[in-house]
DNA sequence: AACTATGCATGATACGTTTCACAACAACAA
DNA sequence: TTGTTGTTGTGAAACGTATCATGCATAGTT
């Protein structure tokens, strides 16, 4: 180490006393005899040798990082997802290099291309840019969102959720559902939600409306609408699905100052779950995304090599969490 | 680009018909002609061509990437204080990587050596090992941790934070202060809160009390502890300065099952104010951290070549955001 | 003992950049 | 014309690693 700059193996090797190659073999898991393997280690540590992880991302072109974009880490569903994907790519040995998009479509697009930009073994992106251009030189999965036919995309089963939440107020004895959203005009996994819970209401023949609002709409519409369906300080509906946990809170506070209580006077299912995964008790009633899940299938899609036989949508599946906004007791 | 790998500047020299130096020179915004530039960017733009970052890193050890250490991100202080770091390091051309340490000290010890492996241009951490060994080849900014002389550490205002709270208090009528806490057992930033508070009662001749836990205890003492200050249900303190936002929100809830309502008959107020941060409205009164400030001061004092005069402690001002477990009406 | 097979250390080569010394050339003054 | 200065293109060298073809031992087989 005669340059102020850190060791290299070279220095290593020339302490040793043994050639280059046994010193890289040594750090790659290569047949080494113990007697070498002993001396390189020993040499290593008196130098404080590290490997330089970019000679070696330029000789083997894998760099054990991959690139996570989300809109935000502030909401929580977005935070707890990028907490488990770290944590699931730790678990492998990688790196996390997180990239915020604020749901401007042109950055997603900027930050792939970054990350394309050969820094990054893969690629996990929750995008909502509907034209988002995915080079095919890296892996890359999307998350509850299609983006074209060979781009794996892993998503909560929402159809299946739509249902069970419907399934769940009827059981809990409703008999005049709403189903309410408020989010992205893109067209995502979301809208299955509304699908599926269309879907089980029409089988069981359950009175049913539903109310879809954009981003950009604001919370007020839903106001008007819940005032229009109160007659005699009563709401037409007994069971509302939300799309979301926040959603439900909102609907909650909003049909409060409108003199609705919640669950007595009508039930609340929510979705998303979130908060059970940050160790609280659900806020209310809701349909629970398997967050950790969904994570480690990411990553694990991600990494594997063989992505021949693999189904372009994986579905997990989710569950029910009783959280105060319905009447059973948990 | 004859392989089926990327193309290099070596395609780019062919295609253009100018040497590999030039092409170089090109992307580094060297001294090139005009009608040069021009053929090698034509080139580069039919062939496809991006910058090997690893080449590019090997050559000028300049990653353009920054570590972020964090106990997690679940937490909305760490949320919210990720994705300013993320936002302000993004503006000045910086890649996040973000380790997830869950408050365990190895792990913290171990992302600090492995960003050091030479793959950032910098570390930027929030840690909770006393005995962290950091190298001092790479800048590293502690955030709200003394770590060792030579290392800078970012902070909000603790001390005159805890002033404020108590002064605020004061002026809001309360007459017989409480201060609490929980948090780690390490003696951080927030312990000065505490010291704040103290002074300005001190001074201003204020009847206080102050109670302290760590994590494992849980928040049970404090029940015992307010149980045992009621009396005729009515509490001992008329306003209590909790050093969290959560732990505020806690203890209302608390007193509310003991019967003592929050503004009525105790006045709250909290430390941290991320709610504000997250753009809504604050939860409780609270002194709020300037996390964005905090964010784009840590990535300053990172990235600055110049880190001679520094001081080795930053302190960024707090101010009070009235929350509703106050009487003062914003 | 002779031969083969196996294990393992060696050192040169290549990965795709940046950088540097040098050459080529133009512009200009004397 | 000659010499000087400044600009810009050139190609080789180096960054620190992984890998591969060699070659040398030793162990195993007949």
Redesign the pocket.
């Known amino acids: 180490m005669r ?1 102020g ?9 020339r302490e040793a ?9 040594v ?2 898991n ?8 002993q001396r390189v280690l020993a040499a290593a540590e008196q130098l404080g ?8 991302g ?4 894998r760099t054990y990082a991959v690139a996570v974009v989300l809109p935000n880490i502030i909401n929580s569903f977005f935070s707890v997802l990028a907490q488990n994907l770290c944590q699931a790519l730790t678990k492998r040995g990688y790196r996390m290099f997180l990239s915020i998009t604020d749901f401007d479509p042109e950055a997603e697009q900027r930050y792939i291309h970054m990350a394309q930009q ?1 820094q990054v073994d893969g690629i996990i992106g929750l995008t909502y840019n509907p034209e988002l251009q995915v080079a095919d030189n890296i892996p890359f999965v999307s998350f509850d969102r299609y983006v074209s036919p060979d781009v794996p995309c892993v998503a909560s089963d929402n159809f299946g959720g739509g249902q069970l939440a419907a399934k769940k107020l009827v059981e809990l004895g409703c008999e005049r559902l709403l189903f309410l959203r408020i989010g992205s005009t893109v067209a995502g996994e979301s809208d299955k939600r509304r699908n599926g819970f269309k879907s089980f209401c029409r089988v069981a023949k359950v009175e049913h409306d539903t109310l879809c609002l954009c981003d950009s709409d604001g919370y007020e519409p839903f106001r008007t609408f819940l005032q229009a369906h109160i007659h005699q300080g009563k709401l037409d509906y007994d069971g509302i699905f939300c799309c979301t946990d926040v959603l439900t809170l909102e609907i909650q506070k909003m049909l409060g100052e409108l003199g609705v209580r919640a669950p007595e006077d009508v039930q609340l299912i929510g979705f998303d779950g979130t908060a059970i995964h940050m160790g609280r008790a659900p806020e209310c009633s809701t349909i629970v995304q398997p967050i950790p899940l969904l994570a480690e299938t990411c990553v694990d899609i991600l990494l594997n090599e063989d992505k021949s036989d693999l189904p372009s949508l994986i579905c997990l599946p989710v569950s029910y969490a009783p959280g105060g906004t319905t009447r059973d007791k948990a």
């Open positions: 340059r700059s850190a060791p290299t193996m070279k220095d290593v090797a006393g043994v050639a280059l190659g046994t010193v890289s073999k750090f790659n290569g047949s080494v005899g113990k007697e070498y393997r040798y590290q490997v330089n992880n970019y000679a070696r330029l000789k083997t072109n050969n």
